[in-house]
């Protein structure tokens, strides 16, 4: 079946850090790849999303590339900010009736 | 407005009973879904309903049961609590159940079998 695997975490980083967090996949057929991210105490919000191979999502900084060679898709930010501090969980969407299996998370946590 | 809402935000109860968990979505979706995300923050899939219908069911056990009166509630019902049920439940929804398309969630329930 399909998998999502993320680096493991916690992440410890200083403002204005750079930050990649790991995610490849396995899956049957052409997925789209998704970033949710879930800020402390709330539920999961699309962070960007990917559709197809060579596609790049992005949205408030944050950037991925979606992989197929690689069957990755890495969030990077070139500058993380202390309200970055979430957990952020990648995820790909099969063909099964938008079934979306997500990786097992990776705590961000951002020092001033 | 809320988009997808979910009742109750926290439910403390003891191991045997029953309890159940509403969600509303506003948003005119027709797909609406059931996660579960365990104590290391590991999301999984439970169960997911298009226009009522019952379209996913990860092999979840049967004490288990979603309830879609219409297309913007889906509730579930828990029977014989056990200790291993303690997670956060997720409710989302879509527009449609297809490829690429996003996800809305709610806040999370956060339920503690005692």
């Known amino acids: 079946g399909d998998s999502v695997t993320q680096m493991e975490g916690p992440v410890t980083l200083s403002e204005e850090a750079f930050l990649t967090i790991n995610c490849t996949y396995t899956a049957t057929g052409y997925p789209s790849l998704f970033w949710y991210v879930q800020y402390p105490g709330e539920g999961l919000q699309l962070l960007l999303k990917a559709t197809k191979a060579d596609d790049k999502g992005s949205n408030k900084g944050f950037e991925a590339t979606y992989r197929k060679e690689t069957t990755s898709f890495h969030l990077e930010k070139g500058s993380v900010q202390v309200s970055d501090s979430a957990v952020y969980f990648c995820?790909?969407?099969?063909?099964?009736?938008?079934?979306?299996?997500f990786g097992q998370g990776t705590i961000l946590t951002v020092h001033p | 407005d809320t988009a997808v809402s979910q009742t109750p935000k926290y439910l403390v109860t003891q191991m045997g009973n029953d309890k159940s968990i509403k969600c509303e979505q506003n948003?005119?979706?027709?797909?609406m879904y059931w996660y579960k995300q365990d104590s290391k923050k590991f999301l999984k899939i439970m169960f997911s309903?298009?226009?009522?219908?019952?379209?996913i069911n990860e092999t979840v056990p049967n004490r288990f049961s979603p309830k879609s009166p219409d297309k913007a509630h889906l509730n579930l019902h828990i029977n014989s609590l056990e200790l291993g049920d303690s997670a956060v439940y997720f409710c989302?929804?879509?527009?449609?159940?297809?490829?690429?398309?996003?996800?809305?969630f709610g806040p999370g329930t956060r339920l503690l079998v005692l």
């Open positions: 309903y298009n226009n009522k219908e019952l379209i």
């Open positions: 948003l005119g979706h027709d797909t």
């Open positions: 989302a929804s879509s527009q449609e159940q297809i490829l690429g398309e996003t996800q809305y």
């Open positions: 995820a790909s969407g099969g063909t099964s009736y938008g079934k979306l299996t």
